[in-house]
């Protein structure tokens, strides 16, 4: 049973867009098309192979120089500009990042604090609140039954972690024994039919296990903020008496 459930009014995000502060300019984006100021809104520049004159020199002759249409611009002397049909993305030249600079509610954030969980994105649980209910004594009695189920997780844990390290060791002797009859004899996957089961096996199990012990862990998590959370109460109960 989890101490705080996701806000429900904010979806756990712990606030809101501002509505007051988007700019209208740039609807909040931040950025604005502006005519290019390389070509000024035309879509074409000068052709940078033959400078704008249309053609390009193919041989230098004695008397006179020999000339071929450009193949770049086609004899246009332009070409088209690096932009987008003539214009830009800049920054808005209005606003903060898509935000009024002076936002009253917002202070140009463009985020309002969700009121229901102070901006923490958690409200307390349905059985955070029902502790309130309880005596001093049903709480404690509470907190005692998550110690020992911590304690007898931790237990298993810790077998957990003693039988893969058992795996592990079996696993590098197999390793072992098989690179040394891998480089004693060549065709040793061939008589034998391949790797070892063991080979396989083991590396499945240890992943398994660790699986196992990686559920224990949040079992065990869960179970701490829960005896956090009973504590919590206990503290207020006690300094109301």
Same mark, same amino acid.
């Given at each position: 049973?989890?101490?705080?459930?996701?806000c429900?009014a904010?979806?756990?995000?712990?606030?809101?867009?501002?509505?007051?502060c988007?700019?209208?300019? #740039?609807?909040?984006?931040?950025?604005?098309?502006?005519?290019?100021?390389?070509?000024?809104g035309?879509?074409?520049?000068?052709?940078?192979?033959? +400078?704008?004159?249309?053609?390009?020199? &193919?041989?230098?002759?004695?008397?006179?120089?020999?000339?071929? %249409? #450009?193949?770049?611009?086609k004899?246009?002397?332009?070409?088209?500009?690096?932009?987008?049909?003539?214009?830009?993305?800049?920054?808005?030249p209005?606003?903060?990042?898509?935000?009024?600079?002076?936002?009253p509610h #917002?202070?140009?954030?463009?985020?309002?604090?969700?009121?229901?969980?102070n901006?923490?994105?958690?409200?307390?649980s349905?059985?955070?609140?029902?502790?309130?209910?309880?005596?001093?004594e049903?709480?404690?009695?509470?907190?005692? &039954?998550?110690?020992?189920?911590i304690?007898?997780? +931790?237990?298993?844990?810790?077998?957990?972690?003693?039988e893969?390290?058992d795996? +592990?060791? %079996?696993?590098k002797e197999?390793?072992d024994?098989w690179?040394?009859?891998?480089?004693?004899?060549?065709y040793?996957?061939?008589i034998?039919?391949?790797?070892?089961?063991?080979l396989?096996g083991?590396? +499945?199990?240890?992943?398994?296990?660790?699986?196992?012990?990686? &559920?224990?862990?949040?079992k065990?998590?869960?179970?701490?903020?829960?005896?956090?959370a009973?504590?919590?109460?206990?503290?207020?109960?006690l300094?109301?008496?």
């Open positions: 049973m989890a101490a705080y459930a996701s429900s904010c979806q756990g995000i712990g606030s809101f867009k501002c509505p007051d988007a700019c209208p300019r #740039c609807n909040a984006t931040g950025s604005v098309e502006d005519s290019c100021p390389k070509c000024h035309a879509a074409k520049v000068t052709c940078e192979t033959c +400078r704008g004159e249309g053609r390009v020199l &193919t041989k230098k002759g004695f008397f006179s120089d020999k000339y071929a %249409q #450009c193949w770049k611009c004899g246009s002397r332009q070409q088209d500009c690096t932009c987008r049909a003539g214009k830009v993305v800049v920054r808005c209005s606003c903060n990042e898509g935000r009024s600079p002076q936002c #917002c202070g140009s954030t463009g985020q309002l604090k969700c009121s229901t969980c901006g923490s994105g958690k409200v307390k349905r059985w955070f609140t029902s502790l309130a209910n309880m005596t001093v049903q709480l404690k009695f509470e907190r005692n &039954t998550r110690n020992d189920a304690a007898s997780d +931790r237990d298993e844990i810790q077998g957990i972690r003693s893969i390290s795996m +592990r060791s %079996q696993l197999l390793e024994y690179q040394e009859q891998m480089e004693a004899r060549s040793f996957t061939k034998e039919g391949g790797a070892p089961v063991g396989e083991i590396p +499945r199990a240890i992943r398994r296990l660790e699986s196992d012990a990686e &559920t224990i862990n949040n065990i998590r869960n179970a701490k903020a829960e005896v956090a009973i504590d919590e109460v206990i503290r207020v109960k300094a109301g008496t």
